[in-house]
Nanobody, 125 residues
Framework: QVQLVESGGGLVQAGGSLRLSCAASGGSFGRYPMAWFRQAPGKEREFVAGISWGGQNTYYADSVKGRFTISRDNAKDSVYLQMNSLKPEDTAVYYC??????????????????WGQGTQVTVSS
């Protein structure tokens, strides 16, 4: 089992930027696809971005494509989400997640075995 801890959330004005970090421990981080999800109040958890185990392939929700960038540093057991041009509708709790398989990224939350506690991102208009 992998332990995941997110950081970097906060309050930002529309148009601003934030960089989320997710530190992993306790597992073979470099073997797993990783993803960021988010959940706004009253809404289901949704896929934001994903990255293959080696970092060669990245995937994005249409709503964040061109604004967000996912990356990973396997030497540091970490995954990142750079968020630019933030909008009020990006407000949510953001979670990182790990798949304990060498299969690829999926957009389905139940496919991910390990989750962080989440970090709040609030974008004011």
């Amino acid at each position: 089992q992998v332990q995941l801890v997110e950081s970097g959330g906060g309050l930002v004005q529309a148009g601003g930027s934030l960089r989320l970090s997710c530190a992993a421990s306790g597992g073979s981080f470099g073997r797993y696809p990783m993803a960021w999800f988010r959940q706004a109040p009253g809404k289901e958890r949704e896929f934001v971005a994903g990255i293959s185990w080696g970092g060669q392939n990245t995937y994005y929700a249409d709503s964040v494509k061109g604004r967000f960038t996912i990356s990973r540093d396997n030497a540091k057991d970490s995954v990142y989400l750079q968020m630019n041009s933030l909008k009020p509708e990006d407000t949510a709790v953001y979670y990182c997640a790990a798949r304990q398989t060498m299969a690829g990224v999926t957009k389905t939350p139940r496919s991910y075995a390990d989750w962080g506690q989440g970090t709040q991102v609030t974008v004011s208009s």
